[in-house]
């Protein structure tokens, strides 16, 4: 496990570029959650209120 | 053939279908990359040459595949906008965008991590590399280009011409390893003849580029619901879809 995380030597080159992966990929799937949930609350409230609606 | 057309091209049907999709992309997307990281990291020898730091392969080239892949489809989906004026073919350009910059990022920064350690320098102004930037530059171009302008119909239209006109690097990429022999090797797996790579490393390779279009087609068709839901929200459907979600 202790050579697993080692990399040979490397791991100061292989688990920066996993980690960034991950953080990118998970970052781009949370935007799409969050700006989906945000929208729908927003036409929610649209078309609770005639007066926005257009 | 044309009603088939009418209602795939229907956003009711489109938001509804991609509703039922995009659980199991995501889940073949999970169950892919699981095995493909564990035959990856795990089980696969480690390079010859390189030691362990070639792992880095399982992420760069697979993000590499993507940025192009991609810029390809909002290319696409541009010539439909100027030909056809679809607006599904808008959506997905527009939300393509910003995942094909972060693949081409995520190439850039894995072959950066990846180039010190086997070239002794983060960056060289190599071919492969610097047209590599320049898909991330067309990228930005694409997403400030549609910022500045209001009217989303206008946008589409502007921005599939700078896709349209962009998509000349994508050949300039591929062939930049033949065509100017610099440090990038050349390809190993898309030659002609058998791929150049020991099968135990070839298969979590294309493993996770299964994965990583997986995930593309997920988010994908998450953002593009979304933005359905946005443009079409004065009308009827949208409000059913709110009232019953």
Redesign the interface.
Known sequence: MQD?FH????AF??W???A??LV??M???WV??Q??RK??R???V??RDPET?? | MWIWFHKFGSPRYFYDLAGRLIPWLGGACAVLMAVGLYLG??VAP?DYQQ???Y??IY??VP?AWMSMFVYVVMASAGTVVLIWRVKLAEIIASVSA??GA?FT??AL??GS??G??MWGTWWVWDARLTSELILLFLYFGFMALEAAIEDKRTAARATAILSLVGVINIPIIHYSVYWWNTLHQGATVTKMDTPSIHLSMLIPLLLMAAAFQL?YA??LL??A??EL??RE??TRW??EV??N?
């Open positions: 697993f990399m040979g030597g490397y080159y292989v920066p570029a996993y960034l992966s990118v990929l970052g781009q799937l799409a959650v700006r989906r929208l729908i927003d036409i929610e649209q078309n609606r257009t | 990291l795990f480690s030691g362990e730091s792992r880095i992420i760069h993000s910003p995942l972060s990022f995520l920064a894995t991590l990846w010190k350690p995930y997920t988010v998450m953002g619901r979304t839901l946005s929200r004065r949208v409000a709110i009232r979600s």
